[in-house]
């Protein structure tokens, strides 16, 4: 999933148009795998840190 370039809503990145608004859009190979890349970061930085806010409630001894 991606931000729509328009309305900012998420959308799949396989997508030619945005379900929400309708904005038509085209990526390159290149810009696609940009897109994919910062999703997972950002999907890892937050399994990160709710991984940390378990150990931190449940620490093990």
Request: with cysteine.
């Amino acid at each position: 999933m991606t931000p729509c370039p328009n309305c900012k809503r998420n959308t799949e990145l396989q997508k030619q148009k945005c379900p929400h608004c309708g904005k038509t859009f085209q990526y390159t190979v290149a810009q696609k795998f940009d897109l994919m890349a910062e999703s997972v970061e950002a999907a890892l930085r937050l399994e990160l840190e709710r991984r940390k806010k378990a150990q931190n409630h449940n620490p093990v001894m």
